[in-house]
T-cell receptor, first 109, second 115 residues
C-alpha cells in the first residue's frame, strides 16, 4: 500500500477555498486516490476519488499531478461545517483503505 | 447517496460477555463490507474485509476467533466481539462498497464500552 504524507493541521477562513495537499509518491499504477473526512465521533464521509484525471463533484475538486505523486483536495467555499480530519488514501480495486493520520482542517469565522 | 446504518449506536456490556454489531447497506447491495475500529485520538484501523457468502479476511494482528464476522446477505454484515474485555472498548465502524473501484460508504459507528 502506498504511503501518504499530509500536513497534520491547517486553518482556513470561512468562505475561502481550502486546499489540502497530499503526497503519495509510491502510489501504484492501479491505485486510485480517495479522499474522506471524519467529523468528530462520526463515521468517515466519502468526498471524491480519482485515478489520473482531475475530478469535481458537488463537494469538492480533486487535482492530481501528472506524475500522480501528489494531489490536492479543494473545498471551494469552506464553511464551519467543513471542520474535520481529512484523509487522502491510495487504494486499489481490493477496496482496502489504510487510514493515515490525515489533516485536521479548522475553518474559522 | 449510499446509506449505511449500524446498530446499536452505543453499547455497554460487562467483561466476558459477547456483543453483536450490525451493519446494513440501506439503499444498495454491497458485495464487500469492511470493519474498522478507532481508539481515542487515533486514526481508523482496518480489522477485516467481509465478502458476501465467504469467510472474512482479517488484517494482521486481529484475532478472528475473537472478532467474528458474518456477511450472510448483500445488505447485512455483523461483527461479534466475543468474551469482551475492557481493552476492546472502542469505536467500531463498518463500511460498504457499491462497486469495484467505487468509494466506500461508512456507517455512523458503534461505541462499545466494556466494564
Amino acid at each position: 500500500d502506498a504511503k501518504t504524507t499530509q500536513p497534520p493541521s491547517m486553518d482556513c477562513a470561512e468562505g475561502r477555498a481550502a486546499n489540502l495537499p497530499c503526497n503519495h509518491s509510491t502510489i501504484s499504477g492501479n491505485e486510485y486516490v480517495y479522499w474522506y473526512r471524519q467529523i468528530h465521533s462520526q463515521g468517515p464521509q466519502y468526498i471524491i476519488h480519482g485515478l489520473k484525471n482531475n475530478e469535481t463533484n458537488e463537494m469538492a475538486s480533486l487535482i492530481i499531478t501528472e506524475d500522480r505523486k501528489s494531489s490536492t483536495l479543494i473545498l471551494p467555499h469552506a464553511t464551519l461545517r467543513d471542520t474535520a480530519v481529512y484523509y487522502c488514501i491510495p487504494s486499489s480495486n481490493t477496496g482496502k483503505l489504510i487510514f493515515g493520520q490525515g489533516t485536521t482542517l479548522q475553518v474559522k469565522p | 447517496g449510499a446509506v449505511v446504518s449500524q446498530h446499536p449506536s452505543r453499547v455497554i456490556c460487562k467483561s466476558g460477555t459477547s456483543v453483536k454489531i450490525e451493519c446494513r447497506s440501506l439503499d444498495f447491495q454491497a458485495t464487500t463490507m469492511f470493519w474498522y475500529r478507532q481508539f481515542p485520538k487515533q486514526s481508523l484501523m482496518l480489522m477485516a474485509t467481509s465478502n458476501e457468502g465467504s469467510k472474512a479476511t482479517y488484517e494482521q494482528g486481529v484475532e478472528k476467533d475473537k472478532f467474528l464476522i458474518n456477511h450472510a446477505s448483500l445488505t447485512l454484515s455483523t461483527l461479534t466481539v466475543t468474551s469482551a474485555h475492557p481493552e476492546d472498548s472502542s469505536f467500531y465502524i463498518c463500511s460498504a462498497r457499491v462497486t469495484s473501484g467505487g468509494g466506500q460508504f461508512f456507517g455512523p459507528g458503534t461505541r462499545l464500552t466494556v466494564l
